[in-house]
């Protein structure tokens, strides 16, 4: 029952998200209409359960176990997957430094100031790991209705980057602050003091996300090396399922065994989702690279909106213990904490960039920092006692959700137009078509960087002999990517297109007969 009711909710998902692009609702952001379907199904269930109809307490629960399992790796591992890795390698440092630092700095901050709060009798008292890992999961953003509106409207593609880098790497690193939270708390720290508490902390947290980074970049070079060399003699590219599984497993394989070595397998699988992209992609037949980029896409669309839709049941399917204050003051220094990680960063980032990030930029990545399905998952999976203290917990975090998804997402495409940072031109269109379609953009094209076969010839026109490369760029394209990435002479690319064609002709004849057998057996039944 519990598998039936999830996936109805997901299929009337699916048909509200079809209207919003049908009849071009596209003010609304995808996330908000399911957030809202969530919150209306769950007081209609509800209902029927105060009258005694039915009882799905059961069935509508959410289980952590099955979000860190099925529900989030595909979303990480897409998002790694489907990046502009032009735009994100000429800005790494910045996204770098906003995400592992800013994302500190707010967890201190939020988790700091509700320790201190809870010892001044402000508001409800936790103890200082329990303080950091709230800090921690509430500093996860999810700036999904930003960047549909950011493209919408045609922002500085710097910002949009900067935007959306910072939060798919964020995401991982909250997870490893509220992972060593948890590991200090079942710790005995109480003769610990706070110096070694912190320097303990520090080293956990560096051996999680370097350890994970390094273990998911290793595997992805392995896949490409593999994709290179071993599929080449096996010649997997006449079968592109047999193709598509291998790269499947490639992109699993990372979070099982960083898992079970006690590492970050979110923070594996989405440093492996960028270097297969950047690289095994690549390797791979034109069928399975648009497989990839489709079945990944659907997958985390799927898996997105089921956490969006069960975070809107959430609210009639737990028991809460709601405190104002507590909610209040946690708003506070989220706000605060966003503040203190964006600005303070960006004015030191100026001082090493030729593109500047100006004030109206850096006061729209603060206003952008929305939280969305990670830190709401987080909050079930942290293991407190008393059971008040994670009711506690779980209802602020839904509640502070709601408010930057409802309150400050649909707030920004105005603020938008009145600080007047799109671009002049693309106002005037964007005037007449403003799309808030994440699933509808991405299904319309295919990006030209995710079907691609390169000849030596257009490698070098395309990269080698561009003069405007620097560090990590110029080392990419003049050493790794030849190395990573095969090469196809002009009687390659000939042949490989031949055999696509003859592969795409005998897939259209079969889809054509149908399941009959036949396309004549077919023709006689009509």
């Not at 770098?96 to 709060?117: N, R």
């Not at 710097?158 to 079942?186: K, P, Q, W, Y």
């Not at 989405?270 to 390797?283: A, D, E, K, P, R």
């Not at 998804?405 to 031109?425: F, H, N, Q, V, Y």
């Amino acid at each position: 029952m519990t598998i039936f009711f999830s996936l109805l909710v997901l299929a009337i998902c699916i048909i509200l998200v079809h209207l919003l692009i049908r009849y071009r609702l596209h003010f609304l952001p995808e996330s908000v209409a399911v957030v809202s379907l969530g919150i209306l199904m769950g007081a209609v269930i509800k209902i029927i359960e105060s009258k005694q109809l039915a009882n799905w307490k059961e069935e509508e629960m959410f289980r952590p176990n099955m979000f860190f399992l099925l529900l989030l790796p595909p979303i990480i591992f897409e998002s790694g997957y489907s990046l502009h890795k032009g735009n994100f390698f000429q800005n790494i440092g910045s996204i770098t430094l906003f995400a592992v630092f800013g994302t500190a700095i707010s967890a201190f901050v939020v988790g700091g100031g509700i320790y201190f709060l809870g010892q001044a009798d402000v508001i409800s008292k936790l103890n200082m790991t329990d303080s950091f890992a709230f800090g921690s999961l509430i500093s996860a953003v999810d700036p999904v209705a930003t960047i549909a509106i950011f493209n919408a409207l045609h922002v500085d593609p710097v910002l949009n980057m900067l935007v959306f880098g910072e939060s798919i790497l964020n995401d991982a690193v909250s997870i490893v602050l509220t992972n060593t939270a948890e590991g200090l708390t079942r710790k005995n720290m109480s003769d610990v003091s706070g110096w070694q508490t912190f320097l303990q902390a520090l080293g956990y947290f560096l051996k999680m996300f370097f350890g994970s980074a390094a273990l998911g970049t290793l595997t992805g070079l392995i896949s490409a090396l593999i994709a290179i060399h071993v599929l080449k003699h096996i010649d997997l590219r006449k079968t592109p399922s047999l193709e598509f599984g291998m790269m499947i497993i490639f992109a699993y394989l990372p979070y099982g065994l960083a898992e079970g070595i006690s590492l970050s397998g979110i923070m594996a699988i989405l440093f492996s989702g960028i270097v297969m992209s950047h690289y095994t992609h690549h390797n791979l037949s034109p069928v399975t690279q648009i497989l990839m980029q489709q079945t990944l896409r659907t997958v985390a669309f799927l898996c997105e909106t089921c956490v969006f839709a069960f975070l809107g049941l959430s609210i009639f399917s737990f028991p809460h213990k709601f405190e104002i204050s507590f909610v209040i003051w946690c708003i506070v220094l989220v706000l605060f904490g966003r503040a203190v990680n964006i600005f303070p960063l960006s004015y030191l980032l100026n001082f090493f960039r030729d593109h500047k990030i100006t004030p109206k930029m850096m006061f729209i990545m603060w206003f952008s920092g929305l939280r969305g399905a990670i830190p709401y998952a987080l909050s079930l999976h942290l293991d407190l006692e008393p059971m008040e203290k994670r009711q506690l917990i779980g209802t602020t975090t839904i509640v502070i959700v709601l408010f930057t998804i409802l309150l400050l997402g649909g707030s920004t495409m105005p603020l938008i137009r009145l600080m007047d940072i799109e671009d002049a031109k693309a106002r005037r269109r964007s005037k007449k078509d403003v799309n808030l379609s994440k699933t509808e953009k991405m299904g319309n094209t295919i990006e030209s960087e995710h079907l691609s076969e390169l000849t030596e010839e257009e490698y070098e026109a395309h990269y080698i002999r561009r003069q405007d490369l620097k560090g990590f760029m110029w080392l990419d394209a003049k050493y790794l990517n030849p190395f990573f990435t095969r090469r196809l002479t002009q009687e390659d690319l000939h042949h490989g297109r031949i055999q696509m064609k003859s592969l795409t002709n005998k897939w259209y004849e079969e889809v054509r007969q149908g399941p009959s057998g036949s396309e004549d057996d077919e023709q006689e039944l009509f």
